[in-house]
């Protein structure tokens, strides 16, 4: 790996870091500079979950005040959340390598359609909640099978590809839960974390994780996640998920026409 090769991939960390801890989406910035630096894409792939995820660590740290009462919520959606990461990961372990390239710039639309979608889902729960005095503390009674369903169904998609993840389970748990959005928020930050920490260790077990570069990944989420949970909200919210659609939209159509 050259200097310059470290650089990029420590920006692109930090970068990652940093929209995770402002927005979510990070592994649209990691992922497609990982494939732009010649990694194959499940080796891109699992290197950008292993190398990005300490900023997942930092977004659960900022909303321990938003999860107070909701342990119970935890406790009965976790379950459901390792199985289906654990299933997300092994599917990406069997799925051959020319198959997962023919998926990889359609996953990236795809997400790159939900990141853009996440205004639009965060305020119809925001509406659907105004008006209503809804109690914080909750059991897990108000978790229907729904919820457990369509959360196992994230979790392994967030196991197989990633990016995304955070919209589809605050989506998830806007529909099926009532609470206040911040708190949902918090929840969906630590099914997130749980995920991605399924994934990490399977792949740091058995998938071939570019080590070098995870390391770089890591100290750059690491700072970026920091910067994100203290100042990146400064950026307009707008500019930044409209860079990150960019981007991935940009990786996406480079892969389909290269």
């Known amino acids: 790996m050259t200097p310059g090769e470290a650089a990029v991939l420590a920006l692109a960390g930090a970068a990652a870091g940093t929209i995770n801890g402002a927005a979510g989406g990070g592994s649209l910035v990691s992922f497609p500079v990982l494939l732009a630096l010649g990694y194959g894409s499940i080796t891109a792939n699992v290197t950008s979950t292993v190398g990005i995820f300490t900023g997942y660590v930092g977004g659960v740290a900022g909303y ?20 289906g990461a654990v299933a997300g990961a092994a599917l990406l372990l069997v799925t051959p390598d020319g198959a997962f390239d023919a998926l990889v710039p359609w996953l990236i639309l795809g997400a790159c359609a939900l990141f853009a979608a996440q205004p639009v889902l965060a305020r119809r729960v925001a509406a659907r909640r105004e008006g209503r005095a809804v109690a914080a503390p909750s059991g897990p009674g108000d978790v229907g099978l729904g919820v457990r369903v369509a959360t196992l169904a994230a979790a392994a998609y967030g196991a197989y590809f990633g990016a995304g993840l955070g919209v589809i389970l605050l989506a998830v748990l806007g529909i099926g839960i009532e609470d206040r959005l911040i708190r949902l928020n918090g929840l969906r930050g630590v099914l997130a974390l749980v995920a991605n920490l399924v994934a990490l260790v399977t792949f740091v077990v058995v998938a071939p994780v570019a080590w070098a570069a995870a390391g770089i990944l890591a100290a750059g989420a690491l700072v970026g996640g920091w910067l994100g949970a203290r100042g990146a909200r400064r950026l307009p919210p707008g500019v930044l998920r409209a860079l990150v659609i960019v981007f991935g939209v940009v990786s996406a159509v480079r892969i389909l026409v290269g």
Not at 67 to 81: A, I, K, N, Y
């Open 64 to 83: 321990r005040r938003e999860l107070e009462g909701q342990r119970d919520r935890v406790r009965t959606l976790l379950p459901v959340t390792v199985l």
